[in-house]
């Protein structure tokens, strides 16, 4: 991971800078619904009990709940962040809003990016719809927690769409 992160310029003090500790990929992921973008995506398989359990008791309370992304590799991340760099943004911007690769909660397949009609994906505005008040009230029936609350002490910005399951 250190050559890794040494190719995006990323310090090597990262971890213990941000407080982010490492996310290790599960051995074994199953697969969800498509995504939004009609992409195939995966989850381990507690987590995706859990959120299609949630989705399907939001919808009958009539709250549009929608996956825009789960499982990241990795090597994902990786390239990920590499092509944010490749396009001129500097790092400490990129890591802003991606966490470095080996760090992010995507990497357990535990996390999910989540969207509601009406909104644009991955936008902050998202803490204004129904479905994120939803989530705020209800989301810990399900053992979903929102990741990153504005001032995160990790650095990353505020991220209303992340969610992740934290059973127990």
């Known amino acids: ?12 003090d990262y971890g213990q800078r941000c407080g982010l500790t490492l996310c290790p990929e599960p051995e074994e992921l199953v697969d969800t619904e498509l995504d939004f973008y009609q992409r195939p995506q995966k989850l381990v398989a507690a987590a995706l009990r859990s959120w299609t359990l949630m989705r399907a008791t939001a919808t009958g ?12 590799s990795v090597e994902y ?14 790092i400490e911007q990129v890591l802003r809003v991606n966490a470095a690769p ?12 989540l969207g ?9 505005e998202f803490e204004n719809t129904d479905a994120f008040q939803w989530l705020m009230e209800n989301s810990a029936t399900y053992d ?15 991220e ?4 992740c399951f934290q059973q127990g």
């Open 160 to 163: 209303p769409w992340h969610w």
């Open 61 to 72: 309370d009539g709250i549009s709940l929608f996956l825009i992304s789960a499982y990241r």
């Open 102 to 113: 080996g760090f992010s909660e995507h990497h357990l397949g535990r996390a999910l990016d």
């Open 77 to 90: 991340q990786h390239k990920l962040i590499a092509a944010k760099l490749e396009k001129g943004e500097l």
């Open 1 to 12: 991971m250190s050559l890794s992160h040494a190719q995006l310029g990323i310090p090597p």
């Open 116 to 124: 509601t009609l009406g909104c644009d994906a991955l936008v902050v």
């Open 144 to 158: 979903f927690y929102l990741s990153y609350p504005r001032n995160h002490a990790s650095g990353i910005a505020y």
